[in-house]
């Protein structure tokens, strides 16, 4: 069967837009791997490692797996097939109060005091169990969040381990990453973290706290706690001392005693803007240290010079990897007009092979949406740029049943005015607009209140230059895009926060320097 595009006109919107609609029709089991993109005919292959899912997780305070003391708890579920995966403990204020001060009582007890030396082990030995079990932690990730095992196996999990590794490294080092200055920890800090990268935000979190001398209450996202609580059990099995990293499951509420309680000294939140603005008001004059990492709307810049083919390469790897769920994801892309035909068409026939399915299996390239919320969220964004006079493109694929899924797209006919120019959609759907010069391009790609990433596409190292030095934007690559490595500090201008984890900055962002 030949993959189409089918263009129809949508009622209730502007008639001039051309708007492919995505057939979603049920698929028997027989042709279910005939069911994306079909144009290769690959056999359905599982990851097949075991896991061993507990039908309830319950939190994780001073060293013990303990109930919440509401004893009340929340489902998880697997997105991409809507089953239920185990319960999960819901801390309130009270569990959180007994969990910040666990961390105090094994700050000054035991951490704080330890040696750079001593807390670099536990480090190295925390990562070299995360590569030991990194399938089965892979796999956990991918059914409980509905990434593919690809991206789960081979980006998230050797990062993870990388962090710790590279974090290790600096805990006896302290000194010279600081030259001329005495690094002192902070005490507790309080880490609250997003969906999209649970483990590997955890990683990006709890070990330069760690390496620094401080201890963690730690907050998973409600719909992604399980690896949280599986990295959990490593710690115990490292001989972590007690109370050193404590882990309260819940949703915002959960959220909220941890940026409130008065004995934290430092709040690091990645997430949406408005509850990364809503925690900046909350702390401020109370002398708690802050970092966010919060939304983008990253443009890739295509110049006419680029090497088109790996351009489009890495915008697709940009915007759809991982679902769209990538605050650094290239959600926007601007081509200079002279290749704009040629790229469209290039992207049109590369989105047509990109199989949408089940995330466990490893010729996947698009998963499941991490929530129905989510999905909601891109629908309605998407709809918005229908009537606001875009046009949708949309392979025409076929998706699952039951779960929640969402087809890779793209919309052109974009202006910056457009909510799909100036919003993050967090989805796989990229918006296309157009620019003549390189003045055009940054003023375009700076025009969001956004500002954590941007990327160049061209053959000509000046301009590279020329637009990373215009560019308000706090990573910007250059003809690679969604690159990430322990050493290079990541973050943003503007409303996509403040403060930079990774490298030597990360660091920093844990210590009181004298
Ligand atoms: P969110 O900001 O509500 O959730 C992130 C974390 O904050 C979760 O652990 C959540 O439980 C916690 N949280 C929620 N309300 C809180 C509060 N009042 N105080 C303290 N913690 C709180 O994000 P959500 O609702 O899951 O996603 C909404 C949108 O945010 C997405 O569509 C996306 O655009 C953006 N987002 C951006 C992320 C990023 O990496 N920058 C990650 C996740 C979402
Ligand atoms: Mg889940």
Redesign the pocket.
């Known amino acids: 069967m030949k993959t189409k595009l089918k263009a129809v006109t949508r009622k209730n919107s502007n008639p001039r837009a051309l708007v492919a609609i995505p057939v979603q029709r049920a698929v028997p089991a027989k042709d279910r791997r005939l069911n994306f993109g079909d144009k290769w005919d690959y056999a359905p292959a599982p990851e097949s490692v075991p896991v061993k899912i507990q039908p309830r997780y319950e939190l994780f305070i001073n060293g013990k797996f303990t109930a919440p003391t509401s004893g009340k708890y929340f489902e998880s579920i697997n997105p991409a097939t809507e089953q239920k995966l185990s319960d999960i403990a819901a801390a309130n204020a009270a569990d959180v109060d007994v969990a910040v001060k666990s961390a105090r009582r094994a700050y000054e007890k035991v951490w704080g005091k330890m040696s750079g030396r001593e807390r670099g082990k536990y480090l190295y030995r925390i990562a070299r169990i995360i590569q030991e079990k990194s399938r089965e932690l892979a796999v956990l990730e991918t059914m409980d969040g509905g990434k593919t095992i690809k991206e789960s196996r081979d980006i998230d999990l050797p990062l993870v381990a990388a962090h710790f590794f590279y974090n290790a490294g600096w805990a006896d080092k302290l000194k010279y990453a600081f030259p001329g200055r005495t690094p002192h920890p902070l005490g507790v800090a309080g880490q609250?973290?997003?969906?999209?990268f649970p483990l590997l935000m955890a990683a990006w979190k709890i070990a330069p706290a760690l390496a620094c001398g401080n201890t963690v209450v730690l907050?998973?996202?409600?719909t992604t706690s399980i690896t949280a609580m599986h990295l959990a059990q490593i710690f115990q099995e490292a001989g972590l001392p007690e109370g050193v990293v404590n882990i309260v499951t819940g949703?915002?509420e959960t959220?909220?005693a941890i940026?409130n309680h008065p004995d934290i000294n430092k709040i690091a939140f990645?997430?949406?803007t408005e509850?990364g603005k809503?925690?900046a008001k909350a702390i401020a004059g109370t002398g708690k240290k802050l970092t966010l990492?919060?939304?983008g709307k990253a443009a890739n810049i295509i110049f006419g010079d680029a090497p088109i083919d790996q351009a489009v390469e890495g915008i697709v790897s940009g915007i759809y990897f991982n679902q769209g769920h990538v605050?650094c994801a290239g959600s926007r892309l601007l081509v200079q007009e002279g290749v704009y035909s040629k790229v469209i068409k290039k992207l049109r026939d590369r989105i047509a092979t990109l199989r949408v399915g089940n995330p466990l299996d490893k010729n996947t390239d698009i998963g499941a949406i991490n929530s129905r919320m989510?999905l909601e969220?891109i629908r309605e964004l998407v709809q918005s740029g229908v009537d606001e006079g875009a046009e949708l493109v949309q392979p025409r694929c076929a998706l699952p049943e039951k779960g929640y899924w969402y087809p890779p797209s793209f919309l052109t006919g974009v202006t910056a005015s457009h909510r799909i120019a100036q919003e993050?959609i967090?989805g796989p759907v990229l918006s296309v607009m157009t620019f003549r010069t390189p003045e055009e391009a940054f003023e375009r790609a700076n025009n969001t209140p956004y500002g954590l990433s941007a990327g160049v596409w061209t053959d000509k190292g000046s301009k590279i230059f020329k637009m990373i030095n215009k560019l308000r934007a706090g990573v910007v690559w250059a003809n690679t895009f969604n690159k990430f490595d322990p050493t290079s500090p990541f973050g943003g201008y503007k409303e996509s926060g403040f403060g930079r984890e990774g490298g030597v900055q990360g660091l920093a962002a844990y210590c009181r320097l004298d």
């Open positions: 609250i973290i997003p969906w999209n907050k998973p996202a409600e949703a915002g959220g909220t940026v990645t997430g949406s509850v809503n925690i990492e919060l939304g605050c989510q969220k993050e967090f």
